[in-house]
């Protein structure tokens, strides 16, 4: 809208849709502007109906101005313009501002997002536009803390291998093939002229540096005691013991392969504008917007859509005024709980001089009840799987009765996986289960990140933390069991520390993912037997499924999320029978 400014200043002297008398020099005083500039503001707001002006003839009749939007409506047209910009942050301002016409605005903006074809200087285009509550993205694999930074590393980036769930098979990606004759020493064959998003073409030296990059307390790399690289396209792994498990490492996000000379050139800026091999494109990173632009030149085949734009709205989604979470797109849709895979579970500090006598973590136990940290909908968890604590269908609890006298106030942990989003509930209801028993506790929010270091985790007696396991399931169990950078294994004692080794060194000789599963759930209730692990409650998520859609793949998860490499558009035709 031109002039705009010059409207609002008008709106502070005239009233809205009352026809007032006045002069071009009262206004050219009010304005701050020349008699000329003002006949060429008015002419304009006129033209586009904001403001009725007119002359009236006979001598001392002064002009008649009427201003035909309100204040709010002035306000309303201003949040359209600057969303059409692209300055989001500052239209959703201006939008919580509205009263009678929020629910206008909400409307219109809604209308824009979605999947959307347009045409920009002659380019067709599809392109997914939605909003989300904005979270601070960590896009370096290495670094990535949330779900959320995992999903855009998923776009950004590809992995040697990636894994098929429904078929419990690896897929070749970056890699076209691979070997091994003992279990010992992997060979990797890499796929040839895979381009980088900045052009460089990705080598077998691109995937030892990413894979170095790696902590070395990380089971990916873990058992790795030399990486060869005989060729471009050729690298080896020579590891310190057999491991059929190995390649599966490699669908993990944190083994995403990266241009090793652009993280060394600037590591901070890598992480907000990453650059991988992926199927789309970083474009946009900024306070209102982030954009991934189809990558043209991937080495796969070239996904539908060409390009996402993820609006930033407030920082949570109670702070959002507006209906913008992205949701349901209409009633065709349907909602659909679901039991999420993985766990919430507390876990015993070992190194803690109450805690280390299993008689004290046995009494502890018993008065820790699952049933109250489940919300609607949630059920009691035995294990980091749903379907096995069902199974288990363990008996009914009973809180003990007895008081459990002790002159130390216990010290709770509540893992924090990001700003807003941690696990402060329930340790309140741990901290009050306590309190019935005569336990007095302390309760302190601390982030994952430093409850991998000693220093901190040592300092607490119990940690409330949780889980969700991605597509392969059995890594990610193993991984949460043996990985210092959840607490866990950090909590273990020496004794049990050495037991759960021995687990995964004979998990590692199997080649029969039955027989995996079988070890795996043995050293789950070896660590339940001796009370350093309780597992709480299995969460519930919401997706949306449409049936009849014309659009392929698209569910949206419970984080607002869509796979965007898998969605793509049926031909509306009707076919005669």
């Not at 709010?72 to 239209?91: D, W």
């Not at 429904?166 to 060979?187: F, H, K, Q, T, Y």
């Not at 790696?214 to 058992?223: D, F, G, Q, R």
């Not at 070890?519 to 350093?532: A, H, N, P, T, V």
């Amino acid at each position: 809208m031109k002039y705009r400014n010059h409207l609002k200043s008008l709106l502070h002297y005239f009233p809205s849709n009352i026809q007032t008398e006045t002069t071009i020099s009262s206004l050219a005083v009010i304005l701050n502007c020349s008699e000329r500039h003002v006949k060429t503001i008015l002419k304009s707001l006129h033209e586009q109906g904001d403001i009725q002006w007119v002359i009236q003839r006979g001598r001392g009749k002064k002009p008649l101005l009427t201003i035909i939007l309100t204040e709010e409506q002035l306000l309303f047209e201003e949040a359209k313009e600057l969303v059409s910009s692209g300055k989001y942050r500052k239209a959703f301002e201006i939008a919580k501002s509205l009263k009678s016409l929020q629910n206008e605005f909400n409307q219109w903006m809604e209308a824009d997002l979605g999947i959307v074809h347009e045409k920009d200087e002659n380019v067709e285009q599809d392109i997914l536009r939605y909003s989300f509550y904005e979270t601070k993205l960590c896009m370096d694999p290495i670094k990535a803390v949330s779900r959320h930074d995992g999903h855009m590393i998923q776009q950004i980036f590809d992995r040697l291998v990636e894994y098929d769930p429904e078929r419990n098979v690896l897929l070749p990606r970056l890699a076209r093939s691979w070997e091994s004759g003992d279990g010992r020493i992997w060979i990797f064959y890499l796929q040839k002229g895979v381009p980088f998003h900045h052009g460089r073409e990705m080598t077998s030296e691109d995937v030892k540096q990413s894979i170095k990059r790696i902590p070395s307390n990380n089971i990916i790399v873990k058992s790795i005691k030399e990486i060869a690289t005989p060729s471009p396209y050729t690298i080896v792994f020579y590891l310190n013991e057999v491991d059929y498990l190995f390649p599966r490492y490699f669908s993990n996000s944190k083994a995403s392969i990266v241009p090793i000379e652009v993280i060394l050139g600037d590591e901070k800026k890598f992480q907000k504008f990453p650059i991988g091999t992926g199927p789309y494109r970083l474009t946009v990173h900024d306070d209102d917007l982030v954009r991934l632009d189809v990558f043209k030149n991937y080495y796969r085949e070239r996904p539908w859509l060409d390009k996402i734009e993820i609006i930033k709205t407030a920082n949570s989604a109670r702070e959002v005024n507006h209906p913008l979470m992205l949701k349901a797109p209409d009633d065709s849709w349907e909602e659909i709980r679901e039991i999420e895979e993985g766990a919430d579970y507390i876990t015993f500090n070992c190194s803690r001089s109450l805690i280390r006598d299993i008689r004290f973590r046995k009494r502890l136990s018993e008065i820790i009840n699952p049933v109250e940290f489940c919300i609607e909908g949630e059920i009691v968890a035995s294990s980091f799987l749903s379907n096995r604590s069902l199974e288990l269908n363990e008996k009914k609890f009973i809180a003990a009765t007895k008081m459990i006298p002790i002159d130390t106030t216990l010290k709770i942990a509540a893992q924090e996986i990001r700003e807003g989003v941690n696990h402060e509930r329930e340790a309140i209801i741990l901290q009050n289960q306590l309190k019935r028993a005569g336990i007095d506790s302390t309760i302190e929010i601390v982030k994952s990140s430093e409850l991998s270091k000693p220093k901190i985790i040592s300092s607490f007696d119990l940690v409330v933390g949780g889980i969700a396991l991605s597509d392969d399931h059995l890594l990610s169990v193993l991984t949460a069991t043996v990985s210092n950078h959840l607490p866990i294994c950090p909590s273990m004692s020496k004794e049990i520390h050495k037991k759960v080794d021995n687990f995964m060194t004979r998990i590692k000789l199997l080649q029969d993912e039955s027989s995996r599963w079988k070890l795996y759930f043995e050293m789950e209730d070896y660590l339940k037997s001796e009370y350093q692990i309780i597992f709480l409650n299995h969460r519930t998520h919401t997706i949306y499924q449409h049936k009849d859609s014309e659009y392929a793949n698209i569910e949206l998860d419970h984080h607002g999320r869509v796979d965007y490499r898998r969605v793509w558009k049926r031909h509306k035709a009707k076919f005669n029978s």
